[in-house]
């Protein structure tokens, strides 16, 4: 089992070229979006896909609930939202924001390296590296690439974690994920025990029924460049997380969106607010079944970039 977290950056685009992923040259979104004034036709999605033909636009649209872990009995909140929307946002929730901040910094300054720098980081699944750095410049089933460039690597249990992908530059990565992980970690316990007690179970049953100490942490930066024509592509196409549960950072670019009654929601930015998506290793447990994997979304837009959760983005 294992936790999924990812956070949004702002990154400015930066002129860089192709590398290698499994033995091909791909070109990063990055780069295509620092040298386009539309977006290319393999990157148009359908029309039933299309962000600008599909996301409902009504002053009335429902809104994930935002739940205060300070409040006694949040746990039942908690799996009410899990039951009626399979996602909710956390407030007070304990993560400083000097720790988050810290975090989105070195994550920022990645992307911002030369193009080689990141390249000695590139993942390759063929030789069974999975971890590092990559694009998402490969055609989906349906023939259409999504806008989004990512590093993604493991970051606990200490023996599940190979250093050797991390950077040394930019300088503070290591420090910054390790920080954030021992949050995650910790509000990941504590987001089991309530959704225990609001399901009647015993404080720790969930983490147990999880892994405990062996459930597994995975990070993701994924890079969403500014777009040119973001109503008309998708960063990642529909879909839920395969996680026990996705923690993510969002900022104030619009880009999540919520599935729900055969319509799509953006997602109400919270400053400071943490969003949890109910994965599907959660949904596939009996006792949870009636717990649904949010397909959520994330596009890309004009002026910045966004991280991976389950959907469409």
């Not at 590398?19 to 091909?24: I, L």
């Not at 994930?64 to 039942?76: L, Q």
């Amino acid at each position: 089992m294992y936790i999924y977290y990812c956070y949004e950056l702002r990154c400015s685009s930066s002129g860089v070229k192709q590398f290698n992923v499994m033995g091909e040259m791909h070109q990063s979104v990055q780069a295509l979006a620092a040298s386009l004034g539309a977006v290319p036709p393999e990157f148009v999605r359908s029309e039933h896909e299309q962000p600008g033909a599909t996301t409902f636009c009504g002053a009335d649209a429902p809104e994930a609930p935002v739940i205060d872990m300070s409040e006694p009995g949040c746990g039942a909140r908690m799996v009410e939202a899990a039951r009626e929307w399979g996602l909710f946002q956390v407030v007070n929730h304990g993560v400083p924001a000097a720790v988050v901040a810290e975090l989105q910094l070195v994550g920022r300054a990645f992307f911002a390296l030369p193009q080689d720098e990141k390249e000695r980081h590139a993942m390759d699944p063929a030789s069974g590296k999975i971890e590092g750095y990559g694009t998402k410049l490969q055609k989906d089933l349906e023939g259409k690439k999504t806008w989004n460039d990512f590093f993604f690597h493991v970051v606990a249990p200490p023996e599940k974690v190979d250093h050797g992908i991390w950077p040394k530059d930019p300088a503070g990565y290591r420090e910054a994920n390790e920080a954030y992980c021992a949050h995650m970690q910790r509000l990941t316990r504590e987001l089991f025990e309530h959704l225990s007690l609001g399901l009647g179970l015993e404080k720790g049953a969930m983490s147990e029924a999880f892994g405990g100490d062996k459930l597994v942490f995975l990070q993701k930066i994924n890079f969403y460049p500014p777009c040119p024509q973001p109503e008309l592509t998708l960063g990642v196409a529909p879909h839920t997380d395969m996680s026990t549960l996705t923690i993510l950072v969002p900022n104030e670019v619009q880009g999540l969106q919520i599935f729900r009654d055969g319509h799509w929601y953006d997602a109400k930015y919270v400053p400071g607010a943490l969003i949890v998506h109910i994965g599907d290793q959660i949904e596939s447990r009996q006792s949870l079944a009636q717990w649904p994997s949010s397909p959520c979304t994330k596009f890309s837009a004009t002026g910045g970039t966004r991280p991976c959760c389950t959907g469409r983005w």
